[in-house]
Antibody
Framework: EVQLLESGGGLVQPGGSLRLSCVASGFTFSSYAMSWVRQAPGKGLEWVSGISGSGDSTFYADSVQGRFTISRDNSKNTLYLQKNSLRAEDTAVYYC??????????????WGQGTLVTVSS | QTVVTQEPSFSVSPGGTVTLTCGLSSGSVSTSYYPSWYQQTPGQAPRTLIYNTNSRSSGVPDRFSGSILGNKAALTITGAQADDESDYYC??????????FGGGTKLTVL
């Protein structure tokens, strides 16, 4: 059974930094692209960032480009999101999502339960 | 910037049929965007319903179906049930590793 467990959320001041982690189990982690998706309170889902299975390729939404860095440690089955220069509008539940990207499909097939990040003074 | 459009809200009677759509602010949605659909109830993580336009994820009832209708992707729920009352999101994959979520549709079953 695929399991994705996020951690690292909490309260941080504007301008501060935070690193989120997502520990994966139940599948060959290095074979799958992964993404972070966030949801601000009362708002919809927003794709934030993605990374290839090898970690060689990374992708970002315009809203976080230059401030967030996605990475992974395949030896630890762990996905990370380093968030710098945090703003109030980064307040959200952050989900990690397992991607299925092949020549014939692109979609998210498993989701974690999310970790809440609150940016406030 | 690419905007993926969805109806903000929709209502359906129990047992009825409803079709939610997913469009682009400019252009048409086609299968090359690999449209997928996700269901989310308050406080819960999203659940994958449909991928590749019309493939059902494991365990998803066959009353959920996906298609392309005109220039949009569509999610049809046939025989709506009370526990289908949720938020529904579509995602389009834009290429170059980027994907975009629609704003979501809040479905009420009453």
């Amino acid at each position: 059974e695929v399991q994705l467990l996020e951690s690292g959320g909490g309260l941080v001041q504007p301008g501060g930094s935070l690193r989120l982690s997502c520990v994966a189990s139940g599948f060959t982690f290095s074979s799958y692209a992964m993404s972070w998706v966030r949801q601000a309170p009362g708002k919809g889902l927003e794709w934030v960032s993605g990374i290839s299975g090898s970690g060689d390729s990374t992708f970002y939404a315009d809203s976080v480009q230059g401030r967030f860095t996605i990475s992974r440690d395949n030896s630890k089955n762990t996905l990370y999101l380093q968030k710098n220069s945090l703003r109030a509008e980064d307040t959200a539940v952050y989900y990690c999502a397992k991607g299925k990207y092949t020549s014939s499909t692109r979609h998210f097939d498993s989701w974690g339960q999310g970790t809440l990040v609150t940016v406030s003074s | 910037q690419t905007v993926v459009t969805q109806e903000p809200s929709f209502s359906v009677s129990p047992g009825g049929t409803v079709t939610l759509t997913c469009g682009l602010s400019s252009g048409s949605v086609s299968t090359s965007y690999y449209p997928s659909w996700y269901q989310q109830t308050p406080g819960q993580a999203p659940r994958t319903l449909i991928y590749n336009t019309n493939s059902r994820s494991s365990g998803v009832p066959d009353r959920f179906s996906g298609s392309i209708l005109g220039n949009k992707a569509a999610l049809t729920i046939t025989g709506a049930q009370a526990d289908d009352e949720s938020d529904y999101y579509c995602v389009l994959f834009m290429g170059s590793g980027i994907c975009v979520f629609g704003g979501g549709t809040k479905l009420t079953v009453l």
